[in-house]
């Protein structure tokens, strides 16, 4: 059963995430040869604040 996390930053619609979730779930199907049934995403929202690029939250970018 694989099982796939993803992180984002806070602020993606639920259509995003659920369009995410849906072409992550195809792509591993494809590539593992397992059925959709079988395959895990957990994609988890980080807020700015907790996300960081070049020593700078993105909340201060």
Request: proline share 7%.
């Amino acid at each position: 059963m694989p099982i796939v996390q993803i992180q984002v930053l806070q602020g993606r619609t639920d259509e995003q995430i659920n369009h995410l979730i849906k072409n992550v779930t195809e792509a591993t199907v494809t590539s593992l040869e397992v059925k959709p049934e079988q395959v895990r995403v957990i994609v988890t929202e980080v807020p700015p604040s907790r996300w960081a690029v070049g020593g700078k939250s993105k909340d201060m970018s």
